[in-house]
């Protein structure tokens, strides 16, 4: 999971979530893990995804470094988009 700066809002239409999701599915790929389930909320996003032979980092920087660059660029603001790196919590099968 990963939650913005401040509250400030990560996807202000379906664009932003369609981009969001698009980013993903390419991350996902190049990362070799699988993504059960998602939910986009204003302010942060959870993953459930089941990891492959690749660190997590793998997947969760480019995602998140990209949507910022997106973000910024889209809604010409400056500074960082997330409050943290992203947070992480292994569950079992």
Not at 10 to 24: G, I, T, W
Request: a positive charge; one cysteine or more; aromatic letters at 12%.
């Amino acid at each position: 999971m990963a939650r913005s700066l401040n509250t400030e809002t990560l996807f202000l239409d379906d664009n932003d979530r369609e981009e969001f999701l698009s980013m993903l599915s390419g991350c996902l790929g190049n990362a070799g893990y699988r993504c059960y389930g998602w939910a986009l909320m204003s302010n942060h996003f959870h993953l459930i995804v089941r990891s492959g032979d690749h660190e997590l980092w793998e997947l969760m920087r480019p995602l998140n470094t990209g949507y910022s660059l997106y973000h910024k660029r889209k809604y010409k603001r400056n500074g960082p988009l997330f409050r943290e790196r992203y947070k992480s919590i292994i569950t079992q099968d």
